[in-house]
Structure formats: C-alpha cells, structure tokens
C-alpha cells in the first residue's frame, strides 16, 4: 500500500492530466489537518460523487466539524474520482486517499459514506474498490476500516445491507460519537470484528445486517427478519437528537466552484404538513427548531470564517418556522448592506411567502419556486397538499408583481389515483399562472415546469402503491411536451429509467444487493448523471440474476404485506400510514399536526425524551406523565 507521501508524489504527476484538479487537492480554507502519528482514531467522511456535490453535503459538513472537535479522533474528507481520474488513479495503482492528508482510505479506522439518495449506490462500491477494500463486508478482516453508512436512503437499508458493516438509521450528531467510542473501547479490548459488530448493534440508531436473516415466502414477499444474536435490536429505532445542536459553522471553502457555494444554516429539523408522497416529512419527526438568535449569531460567524456571499436557510417548510418572520427581519437587519444572497427555499402557496422574500430583501429577482407537487384540487387532497387553484393563481400574480420574471412550478406526475385528465391540468395550470405573469409584465413572464415521476416511497402512507410503468410516465410526458409549448413556457423532466431505478433501489428487499453488485461489476457509476446512466446493464443484472424488477416497482401491495424495512422503525405506527392512505382514497385530508395530533407514533416512541425536553422545543403535544397524554391525541380507528 502506498504511504502519503507517494500517494503526494504520485498526484503531482497525475493532477495536470485530469479536469478540474482542484477536485483532489484538499488544502481549502478551513480544513482540518491533525496528526496522525498520536494515535487517534481516523474517520474518513466520503460522499460517493464528485467533489462538487459532495462538498455541499451538510450532514458531512456537520459530522467532519463534530468529529474534528474530538482530541482523540480526526476526520478527513474522500470523494468519488471523476472518469478521468478514476482511469488514471486505475493506471497508476493510486488508492483513494483522503483530502487532508492523503492517506488512502483503507488505512482508517472508519470509512463513513452519506447514503442521502439511492442513485449513489454503485458510486460507494466503486469507491469501495478504489480503496482496496473488499466491497462484501463478510469478506473484510481486521485490518480493514469498518464500514458505516447514513442518509435518508438508508432507512431501507436492505438492498446495500451486503457492503456496509453499519448503518445509522437517522440522525448522526451524538451516534457517530458513539460509534468512535465503541470503535476505542473494542480496539483497546483486542477481541474480534464480530464482537464490535455485536457492541454497535447496542448502540440506539444502529443497523448491523450481518446480525439479521431476511425470510421469505414462496412468492418471494418478506415473510419475517430474524434476529441472528440476542444483542441485535428488533425493530432498530431510528437514532434523533432531542434538541438541534447549534449550528455548524466552520464550513470548508473550495477553490474550485460547487453546486451550492454558501452558508447553509438549518433552521429547523422535521415538518408537520404530512404530504403523503414525501418521506423525508415523515422520517424526520418530530419538528424542532433552532432559534433565531443561534441562527442569526451563526450566519455571522460562519460569513466571518468563510467569505461566502451567499446563505442558505435550509428546511422542509421554511414558511412553518414558527419566528419565521422574526428570523427575516433579524437577518435583514443584521446584515443590511452586506449584499448577502439569502435563500429562503420550500415556502408554501400563499401571499405570506411572498412577503417573507420581499423582508428578506433580495436583490435578485429573477425566478420564485412554488410546489404545487399536483394540478387538480383532487388530486392535491389525494396527496395532502390542499391548496386551492385560486389561492395558488392569487399568489403568483402576487409574485408577478413584485418583479419576479419567472415562476418555477415542481408537479409530479404517477400519483395515486392519477387519470389522464390530471396529467393535462398540469399544462392547463402552467398556462393559467403564465396568463396571470402577462397580465403584470407582458410577454417578459414566464413558468418553468419541472415535472418529476413519483416514487412510493418507504415509511410513506404510499407505501403500499405501485409506481407507473416505463409506457405510462413516457405517454403522460408525451403529453405534457405536446401541451406545454410556446413562448413564456419550459418545460423539464427526469427519463422513466431515472424514476425505475430509483424506485428499485428504494423499494427493494436484500435480494438487490446482487443486483446493485451485478451492475457494478458490468461498469455502473454515477447512476445518477444522465449521461452514464447505463440502464441496460441494470437490466442485464436484474436478468443475471433472475429477479423481476417489476415486483419492486409495479405491484400494488397488500395492506399486511411485511415490508424489506419493516425491521427499521421510525415510530411512525404502520397503522397511521395505513389510515392515512385509506383516507387519501377518500380524498380526506390531515391538517398540519402542530394544530391538532394525529398520534402518529412519535410521542409513544420518544415518549421519555420529549419529557425530558419540555415546552416548544419540539412541536408535538407535551408528555407529563409516565403514560402518554391521551387527551391530546384523536382516536384512532382499527384498520
Ligand atoms: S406526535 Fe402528533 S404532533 Fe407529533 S409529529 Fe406525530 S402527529 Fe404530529
């Protein structure tokens, strides 16, 4: 294995060869640089794409700060190699190596990967495999990193339960600390790989596969996962912080551009619309928010540390913030004159969105996002996004006339329930929110429609739903291109290809390891750029290996079928998904939960932290008392 310094020396050779060399160079403001000669345990954070996305990860952000503040511990940075230096790193017999040091990845204790999308998967064997680290972890010994992996993807571990030694399932802030310690303890104690995997397994928020045995039926549907040692938890809760930490804020500066250069700040964690498409609504209950003076105090210091121009108040709702105007004006006010960029993204249909950007002061006015996400009042209660066509018209001649040029409108197409009827409502909203841009601006208006394909996704109340097929989401795009042209209107969409693999890869069992493994090995990387996408050699592997993609993606399931993630729980009760998609085909709606609970399973399941943590730091109703305040939730029918 090659030391740092030939990796070093090897690189400097290579760099001049390959696009954009600032890629792999590390040496950027604010890295961390620690020593590795005194003994600390080594994490390697890696995002398996290129640099220029992964560098814009906040959960990574976040865990390389946590990490680094340790004196016993170091964390060091690894990203996918591009094509070219991939060949090159290939040719030259370069292992992956660390940013910060150079030191390949297989020389440290944990190689930790951010699993946020499923499209990723192939990219973290390969980056396995340029490391010289076995990509089976049944296969690795105890000079090999263990191998953890996190992300929202990974609440279905299952299809890449065969590479990864440990996954956390939820959030990383007092886990990953957690995992060093064990990591320590294990290693002082000298005994073997199998006994660290048995203490992580007690760890709360802690997946180990290599403890569990998927079984089936003879249609080839989950009958039960057992447990194959006493100390592996059966569900695994997802792991959550009471109380958001404050915010990170000693951010890396690349010298080269990424997708997001700015300060990301998180303002707050969870959300309480209980859209039924959306997972990442239900796994991250319950809402927590930061307050405005953390923030505030936050995007000073990190503007301080990094230069950065631009900042980014990130959430899944940023209107139901509860000081969200507090939060605009203080900023405002604080920094007034600084001609900040502020984003202020995922705000809901209504004038109040509005008011909040003109606070904010922005001086760009160029485009303002709504998310309908569907383009009939049917349709939207079927989903639970109630928002009425008048109300969603009303707002963008709002937005019109205050000088935005152009509106973005995200819709999905392949809901539940969707008939051909609601695909042409796209078209016909696009063109009415475009007529409501003329009447304000004339022909300078526009609407960019970006049209996505639903996926049903895990811990959803659709779970159970089936997902178009290729012929359906080609003809329902057909239509909208035929509809949705002429001046003043754009139209962009995902291939079916795209949307089939990520339902494959998020609604699959373990059987798809084989698959994801079959694909890599036919040359698979970077699924999720279009232009090395190679969905024949998917196809080829499903063939190899004699599974029926369809079964994951086009059948609807029965309401007590077992799920491959039914072992991982959210505390999300499997009976308030059921309702809740009994009630979509009813077209019943939930209000937002802060208004009324819907005893959806957070408070029985953190019942104890959320007593521990009284008052509004959490928007769910209070726990007083041992038992759960039944008062405060509504009946629940038996299903
Ligand atoms: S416990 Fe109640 S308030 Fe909290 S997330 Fe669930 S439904 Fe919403």
Not at 2 to 7: D, S, T
Not at 48 to 57: A, C, F, K, T, V
Not at 69 to 79: G, T
Not at 371 to 398: C, D, F, G, W, Y
Request: a negative charge; hydrophobic letters at 40%; proline letters at 6%.
């Amino acid at each position: 294995m090659l030391n740092p310094k030939e990796i070093q020396d090897r690189l400097e050779r290579l760099l001049p060869m390959v696009q954009k060399p600032g890629r792999y160079t590390g040496g950027e403001l604010n890295q961390i640089v620690k020593n590795w000669d005194t003994g600390l345990t080594t994490v390697a954070m890696v995002f398996p794409d290129i640099y220029d996305l992964g560098m814009s990860n906040l959960g990574l952000a976040i865990l390389y700060d946590l990490v680094n503040q340790r004196e016993d511990a170091l964390a060091e940075r690894a990203y996918a190699p591009w094509i070219d230096m991939e060949s090159a790193l290939r040719e030259h017999q370069i292992p992956l190596f660390s940013l910060e040091t150079k030191h390949a990845l297989v020389e440290f204790d944990i190689v930790a990967f951010s699993l946020p999308y499923e499209t990723l998967y192939t990219t973290a064997l390969n980056i396995l495999d340029l490391s010289g680290i076995p990509i089976f972890a049944d296969q690795r010994g105890p000079q090999h990193p263990l191998v953890i992996a996190g992300g929202h993807s990974t609440f279905n571990p299952e299809p890449m339960h065969a590479f990864i030694d440990a996954f956390v399932i939820g959030e990383g802030e007092d886990v990953i600390q957690e995992i060093i310690d064990v990591h320590q303890a294990w290693r002082r104690s000298r005994s073997d790989r199998g006994q660290l995997l048995r203490n992580l397994a007690k760890l709360w928020g802690v997946y180990i596969p290599a403890l569990y045995e998927a079984h089936y039926h003879d249609d080839g549907t989950i009958s039960h996962m057992e447990r194959l040692d006493p100390a592996a938890p059966l569900p695994v809760v997802k792991r959550i912080v009471a109380q958001l930490p404050p915010p990170t804020t000693d951010f890396i500066v690349p010298y080269i551009d990424t997708v997001h250069n700015r300060v990301p700040v998180e303002i707050m964690r969870g959300c309480t619309r209980g859209c039924r498409f959306c997972q990442a609504g239900m796994i991250t209950r319950p809402v927590r928010e930061r307050p405005v003076d953390e923030i505030v105090d936050a995007i000073e210091i990190a503007l301080e540390k990094t230069g950065f121009e631009e900042v980014g108040l990130l959430s899944l709702s940023s209107s139901d913030y509860t000081h969200i105007l507090d939060l605009v004006r203080a900023v405002s006010e604080r920094f007034e004159g600084r001609h900040l960029s502020i984003s202020l993204p995922s705000l809901r249909i209504e004038s109040f969105s509005v008011e909040l950007m003109e606070a904010l002061q922005t001086t760009r006015r160029s485009g303002f996002t709504l998310a309908p996400e569907a383009a009939t009042e049917r349709m939207r209660e079927i989903i639970n996004k109630p928002v009425s066509t008048q109300q969603l018209l009303e707002t963008a001649h709002e937005i019109y006339s205050h000088g935005y040029t152009t509106i973005k409108l995200y819709f999905m197409i392949g809901h539940p329930s969707e008939t051909i009827e609601d695909v042409q409502a796209i078209a016909n909203l696009c063109k009415a929110v475009l007529a409501e841009g003329r009447k304000v601006m004339g022909k300078r208006a526009q609407v960019n429609a970006g049209v996505s394909t639903f996926v049903p996704k895990p811990h959803t109340p659709f779970q159970w739903v089936p997902c178009d097929t290729r012929e359906q989401i080609l003809a329902k795009q057909a239509l909208l291109k035929r509809a949705l042209r002429g001046q003043g209107l754009k139209l962009s969409w995902n291939p079916p290809e795209d949307t089939l693999l990520e339902a494959w890869l998020s609604r699959g069992d373990r059987r798809m390891a084989e698959v994801i493994y079959q694909t890599w090995k036919r040359g698979a990387r970077f699924d999720a750029w279009n232009e090395h996408f190679r969905y024949d050699l998917w196809m080829e592997a499903f063939a190899a290996t004699e599974l029926d993609p369809d079964f994951y993606t086009h059948r609807e399931r029965p309401i007590d079928e077992t799920f491959p993630w039914e072992h991982i729980s959210t505390t999300l009760r499997k009976k308030f998904l059921a309702e809740d998609y009994l009630w979509s085909q009813q077209g019943k709606t939930r209000i937002d939960c802060r208004e009324r609970c819907f005893a959806c399973g957070i408070l029985p399941g953190f019942a104890d932290l959320r007593r521990m943590n009284p008052g509004d730091v959490w928007q769910c109703p209070e726990v007083k008392n041992k038992r759960i305040p039944v008062s405060n939730l509504i009946e629940i029918e038996q299903i």
